[in-house]
């Protein structure tokens, strides 16, 4: 049975930092990537930031790109997401998501993310302006 647990999310002013993980229990990926999704009240959800199961290779949405950092641990059980310069329009439910090679090659790997059933339950993070 595969576990994504998120945690690191909070409340910060703008321009603040957070570090979110994704702890994986279960499995290790061997293919695909995890990446990180958030939703905003009102707002449909959205793929940011993903890693490869290599750990060399990121994506990221032009949005967020050069404020966010995905990494994972060599042991590729835990995946983290440092983000930087954060912005109000950051603010959402941010939840952690795994898809394997089939599913990116079918879909892409931004719409794969934001369908995957293997996802935990979120982590809230909260930018005051």
């Known amino acids: 049975h595969v576990q994504l647990v998120e945690s690191g999310g909070g409340s910060v002013p703008a321009g603040g930092s957070l570090r979110l993980s994704c702890a994986a229990s279960?499995?290790?990926?061997?293919?695909?990537?995890v990446g990180w999704v958030r939703q905003a009240p009102g707002k449909t959800r959205e793929a940011i930031a993903a890693?490869?199961?290599?750990?060399?290779?990121?994506f990221y949405l032009d949005s967020v790109r050069g404020r966010f950092t995905s990494t994972q641990d060599s042991s590729k059980t835990t995946v983290y997401l440092v983000m930087t310069n954060l912005k109000p329009d950051d603010t959402a439910l941010y939840y952690c998501?795994?898809?394997?090679?089939?599913?990116?090659?079918?879909?892409?790997?931004?719409?794969?993310?934001?369908?995957?059933?293997?996802r935990g339950q979120g982590t809230q993070v909260t930018v005051s302006s």
């Open positions: 998501a795994s898809v394997d090679n089939d599913a990116i090659q079918a879909r892409g790997v931004l719409t794969a993310l934001e369908y995957s059933s293997n």
């Open positions: 279960g499995y290790t990926y061997s293919d695909g990537c």
């Open positions: 890693i490869y199961s290599g750990g060399s290779d990121t």
